[in-house]
Nanobody
């Protein structure tokens, strides 16, 4: 079995920063899997915001978050991170990490992903 566990969400003032973490456990060979971060606000579709290849050499970001979000991974710790800076009210959502087998590229399309975490809530307040 393979598990993804997100952490680091919370309530933050606009303009602040957060770092989300996602740790994989189980039989997943972490370095062989591309990782993605997605978010879903109430009443909206799930949106891919960032991804990183299994090797860590390739990243992709949604246009809406470029310059404010940074995704990284530590394959030795089976963990991926999402740094979110200059938080905006529109960043309020439940954030999910996901994985699929891909070492040298990645996709921000939810349909590409095989394994999903349960999500962590990010709420931006004034």
């Amino acid at each position: 079995q393979r598990y993804l566990l997100e952490s680091g969400g919370g309530s933050v003032q606009a303009g602040g920063s957060l770092r989300l973490s996602c740790t994989a456990s189980g039989t997943l060979n972490f370095a062989d899997y591309a990782m993605g971060w997605f978010r879903q606000a109430p009443g909206k579709e799930r949106e891919g915001v960032a991804c990183i290849s299994g090797s860590g050499a390739y990243n992709s970001y949604a246009d809406s978050v470029k310059g404010r979000f940074a995704m990284s991974r530590d394959n030795a710790k089976h963990t991926t991170y999402l740094e979110i800076n200059d938080l905006k009210f529109t960043d309020t959502a439940k954030y999910y990490c996901a994985a699929y087998p891909r070492r040298n590229s990645c996709s921000t399309s939810p349909s590409a992903y095989t394994y999903w975490g349960q999500g962590t809530q990010v709420t931006v307040s004034s």
